[in-house]
């Protein structure tokens, strides 16, 4: 049965370029031919570290979401544990209802973007009829919001900032209640 997992590594930070491609298509191999599927790969890139580990400050953080077999999962973690580059390495399963939503809100603004192109020449051939026509609401608006962004940050991680999250039972159920002060007067 094949499930959503993430996976999350901190690599050495005097890894090159090409022994951190060497690695991701090591983790890719693995999981195709195990009958995985990588879905997207997040590489934060050098970060300062919470803690030294083996006297590094800084590491090389990459996260990349699969759709894995249990097999596969420990053949990742296998071949991870073996490799020198990577100083810290997780694979947690994602839960199920937020990955569909995550899904569901990339495949909506794929449909956007594609309909974005279309939608500025149709506007400009049809006359504006009433006061309430004449204000922009479309998908064209979100498309130049996006533009907007810098360099740095894409549109998909614009995307995963928007999705609210919601906790499960088990996770509300870990968080302490709020503090409640009076207010004296």
Known sequence: MKRDYELGFILNPEVSE???RTI???VEQVATNYGGQVVRVNQWGRRRLGYPIERHRDGFY???DMILTPETVLELDR????SEEVLRHLIKRRDPKTVQKEREARAAAAAAATAAPATPNAEA???VQSAASAIPVDDAAVVSEEAELPAEQSAEDSEDAALPVELSDEDLADVPPAIEESIEA
């Open 125 to 127: 051939e049809q006359p």
């Open 24 to 26: 991701l298509e090591r």
């Open 62 to 64: 990459v996260f990349i």
């Open 18 to 20: 090409e022994q951190t």
């Open 79 to 82: 071949t991870l544990k073996v």
